[in-house]
């Protein structure tokens, strides 16, 4: 069965310092992976998928089949990016989504 | 982006009776509308695909006969929590398939 792995609940960082939001999935098929993010009282929202291979707001994220991973990575935080952020994963024909635990994002002065 | 509404945003029910709650696509047309729950702190589990004009797939251990889901339109279905119970409470979460799943901002539902 599909699973979706973010091993971290918190990750806190310095704004200006490096961000790498970990994920990794478990997958028979052909993986589509994308995050999600949800800032505060706001409603979830696609960030990026790897397929676009896009940077959204700095943030990109590689897809990596040899270690089944998909983590998002950012070189500079900034404040604005303190939200939680959801890994999934797309599985089947039905377009539907497994989501990870996700990890909140908090980002210091 | 499309948008997608919930009403309603909250509720508060007494237990054994039942809640609707609405998901609309405002600005695009749906075929597929899924239906996740929200525990705190914890992710979005999917409980059911709702797809217009047939019956709703739901996802293994989510009791059909206890959330009945009707799309009976290409931009709203509804998800209705039949005699509810505490348990039940919980934050519920549409989405709807256009390009990507568009989300909902969410109904809270508590059972007293």
């Known amino acids: 069965a599909q699973r979706v792995t973010q091993p971290e609940k918190l990750l806190s960082v310095f704004k200006g310092a490096p961000v790498e939001l970990k994920c990794n999935y478990s997958y028979s098929g052909s993986p589509e992976l994308f995050w999600y993010v949800q800032y505060s009282r706001q409603r979830l929202q696609l960030l990026l998928r790897h397929i676009s291979r896009e940077s959204i707001k700095g943030f990109t994220a590689d897809l990596n089949k040899g270690e089944t991973s998909f983590h998002l990575k950012k070189p500079f935080a900034q404040e604005e990016d303190s939200a939680m952020y959801y890994c999934?994963?797309?599985?089947?024909?039905?377009?539907?989504?497994?989501f990870g635990t996700g990890t909140r994002l908090q980002v210091t002065l | 982006g499309a948008v997608v509404s919930q009403h309603p945003s909250w509720v508060i029910c007494k237990s054994g009776t039942s809640v609707k709650i609405e998901c609309r696509s405002l600005?695009?047309?749906?075929?597929?509308m899924f239906w996740y729950r929200q525990f705190p702190k914890q992710s979005l589990m999917l409980m059911a695909t709702s797809n217009e004009g047939s019956k709703a797939t739901y996802e293994q251990g989510v009791e059909k006969d206890k959330f009945l889901i009707n799309h009976a339109s290409l931009t709203l279905s509804t998800l209705t929590v039949t005699s509810a119970h505490p348990e039940d409470s919980s934050f519920y979460i549409c989405?709807?398939?256009?390009?990507?799943?568009?989300f909902g901002p969410g109904t809270r539902l508590t059972v007293l």
């Open positions: 999934a994963l797309l599985t089947g024909t039905a377009s539907k989504l497994t």
């Open positions: 989405s709807a398939l256009g390009n990507e799943q568009f």
């Open positions: 600005d695009f047309q749906a075929t597929t």
